[in-house]
């Protein structure tokens, strides 16, 4: 004789039958996300990537002549701000990157 299970034991091994609008409502949204979570560090870093180049540009162009002894204090603060920026943008370029 074979022993007997109780209703809760059935319903436990039981294979759950998932919903399937709401499993396909769960999988569209996840894959939404996670292309737009793509597409926007994408976005980040060419951003970044076009900030740490214009703010590099400006800050060679503002401490080269400094350097050379041709410019003024105006220049050297405008480079060295410029100079932070980009440094910043690389960084967060390497932070995206790295994450």
Excluded at 19 to 39: F, H, K, N
Excluded at 78 to 96: E, H
């Amino acid at each position: 004789m074979a022993p007997e299970t109780s209703a809760d034991e059935e319903s436990r091994d039981a294979p759950l039958a998932p919903d399937s609008d709401a499993t396909y409502e769960l999988v569209y949204r996840a894959t939404r996300d996670a292309i737009w979570d793509v597409l926007g560090t994408a976005t980040l870093i060419l951003f970044y990537l076009a900030l740490a180049a214009i703010s590099l540009s400006i800050a060679f162009a503002g401490l080269g002549p400094y350097l050379r002894g041709s410019a003024s204090y105006t220049a050297l603060a405008v480079g060295l701000v410029a100079l932070g920026v980009g440094f910043f943008a690389v960084y967060r370029v390497f932070r995206l990157v790295t994450e």
